[in-house]
Structures are given as structure tokens and as C-alpha cells.
């Protein structure tokens, strides 16, 4: 999936201005706070509706004009919880395999298997309504792989899970990532889930792309050292601001990067010349939300709410 200078308004306002990104081959987390932007991203990508500007491409297809043709290939498990209650989970999965245009002998086939894959072999046959918001969310990614997708869209896959069923969805989706050879878009506003399972995230904020890549490339970006001296923080961190450093000090503490060669070279001659004593120097562990709330700051807007 590409989109290149993306627009989207509803009315007044701009969901998506000019967004710029790239999806690849993998699990990629779709980021930003409510508002961001991600679901109407998702609906571009499913030809719902057209951008008002920019270019889409979804498989080498417009989703804008051949909006059928991309749905035939692209697995959505959405949000919303609205399934029919009286509807059995094996004939709801079966339909929706169908409504994507397999033969029904193939759909009933696809069905029993896929609801066995998300761990509801032995429930398949029990009416939706009667199931447990897990099972649900389940029903919901069995829907979306009945019909052998190249693409999934995963809208908020554990909304409502307590923190078990959470886990094991997120493992189910890894594995399926894995395992079945999918792009998989993974819509979240839980930095930890998007961590935790992710190769890729692209991050939105007020329908705007703060930054995208791989975690180990944004990581790469915010690395570096954690210095703990007994005093004389003020007169390192001088030393290495003028060698080129960025350096943030909470007391004795400084937070130094970028993470280079270079840098540890100069905290440990910054030391032996200023001789003091050292107590810890460490690399710093860069997370996600490392990352998200240095691209909110480098975008010079209100930072989203990383939970």
C-alpha cells in the first residue's frame, strides 16, 4: 500500500492532509491517538470513499475506481462489535467468505478451517450472540482471512479485551502474520501492542504523518547513553554539547545522544579529563513511545496521548 500527498475532509475538517507513506510486506502498526486519522486511512485503503487529493495505491490497484476489485483482496476485521446475535459464527464467517466471491462449498470449507486457526474450532457452531467479547473479536479476524486475502486490515483488534484474551490476540495476530505470508495494517492507539508484535509503525497525528519505518530504524534515530556522575554533570554535558552532542541533564543525570561511536568516545574522555567519578553509563533503552512523543515534538504540534 502507497499513498502519496493523501487529503481527506469531512465538511470542515481535515482528516488527512497529505499523508505520504508506504506499507510493506509484514505486521505494521497504524498509530495515533483517536483522531488521528487511522480509520479514515483505512477506509481510503478499502475504496469506501475517494481522497479528495493525492494518490492511493492498494496491490497495484485505485481502491477510488476499482474499489471491488481491492475488497475482493483485502481482509477487514473493523472495530465495531455489531454482529448478528442470532447468526451462527460458522454461517456469519461462511457468508462473509462468499460476499467475496468464493464458491459456497469452498466459503463453508474456509470457514470451519479459519474459525479453527483462531482458536474457535470447537465454538463455530454457537450463535455469535451467545459468545464472550473475545470470541467475537475472533469471529471477526476469521471473517476477515476466510477468502485467502494478500492484505489484512485489523481496526483495534483487543478493544475490549481484558488483559489474558489481549495477549493471546495479539500472539494469534503475530502468528497469522507469520505464518500465513500477510501484510497485515494494524490499527491501534496502545503503543505496548504495537511494540510488542509490529516490524513497522506509521504514526499519525491530527491527520498528518509524523514519521514511519521499521522499530529498529526509528529506534536507531534516539539512541544513546544514560551518564550518572557523583557532580560535575553541568560542565560534562557543556563538553559534550560542543562535541556535537544532544544532551537533556536531570541532576547528576544526563541523557546523551545520538548513540555512535563517537559519542561514547567523547562522555569517556569528558570523564578521565574532567576526573570525576563515574556511577553509571549505560546505553538507553529507546521505546515506542520514545519515538512517538520525539515525533510529536519534531512536528512542533500538541503531542497525541500515547494510550
Known amino acids: 500500500m502507497r499513498a502519496e500527498g493523501v487529503v481527506k475532509r469531512w465538511g470542515p475538517t481535515t482528516a488527512l492532509a497529505g499523508v505520504d507513506v508506504e506499507v510493506r510486506h509484514g505486521v505494521t502498526g497504524l498509530l495515533g491517538a483517536n483522531g488521528a486519522g487511522k480509520t479514515t486511512l483505512l477506509g481510503l485503503i478499502l475504496g469506501l470513499h475517494p481522497p479528495d487529493a493525492g494518490r ?12 471491488p476489485d481491492v475488497r475482493a483482496r483485502v481482509g477487514y476485521s473493523p472495530e465495531h462489535h455489531r454482529l448478528p446475535d442470532d447468526m ?54 476469521a471473517g476477515a482471512l476466510a477468502h485467502d ?12 479485551l481484558d488483559p489474558v484474551q489481549r495477549d493471546d490476540m495479539l500472539r494469534l495476530i503475530r502468528r497469522i502474520g ?30 498528518r504523518l509524523l514519521t514511519a ?12 547513553y544514560v551518564v550518572v556522575v557523583e557532580a560535575g554533570a553541568e560542565e560534562l554535558a557543556r563538553r559534550l554539547v560542543a562535541a556535537g552532542a544532544s544532551v537533556e541533564a536531570d541532576g547528576q543525570r544526563l541523557e546523551v ?21 563515574l ?14 512523543l520525539a515525533a510529536g515534538t519534531r512536528d512542533d504540534e500538541p503531542t497525541p496521548s500515547p494510550a
Not at 285 to 292: H, I, K, P, S, Y
Open 56 to 67: 492511493l495505491e492498494v496491490l497495484g490497484l485505485d481502491p477510488a475506481r476499482l474499489g
Open 88 to 141: 451462527r459464527a460458522h454461517d456469519l464467517v461462511a457468508h462473509l467468505a462468499e460476499v467475496h466471491g468464493l464458491p459456497r462449498r469452498e466459503a463453508t470449507g474456509r470457514a470451519s478451517d479459519m474459525l479453527w486457526e483462531v482458536g474457535l474450532g470447537e465454538e463455530r457452531f454457537r450463535p455469535v450472540g451467545t459468545m464472550s467479547t473475545g470470541q467475537r473479536q475472533r469471529v471477526k479476524l
Open 149 to 160: 486475502p494478500d492484505l489484512l486490515l485489523l481496526d483495534e483488534p483487543t478493544d475490549g
Open 178 to 207: 507469520s505464518e500465513f505470508g500477510l501484510t497485515v495494517l494494524l490499527s491501534s492507539h496502545l503503543l505496548d501492542e504495537v511494540e510488542r508484535i509490529c516490524d513497522a509503525v506509521v504514526i499519525l497525528g491530527e491527520g
Open 213 to 224: 519505518g521499521t522499530l529498529d530504524e526509528l529506534r536507531a534515530g534516539a539512541e544513546g
Open 257 to 277: 545522544t545520538p548513540g555512535g561511536d563517537e559519542v561514547a568516545d567523547a562522555i569517556r574522555d569528558g570523564v578521565a579529563e574532567l576526573g570525576l567519578a
Open 279 to 292: 556511577l553509571r553509563l549505560q546505553r538507553r533503552r529507546v521505546t515506542l513511545e520514545d519515538v512517538f
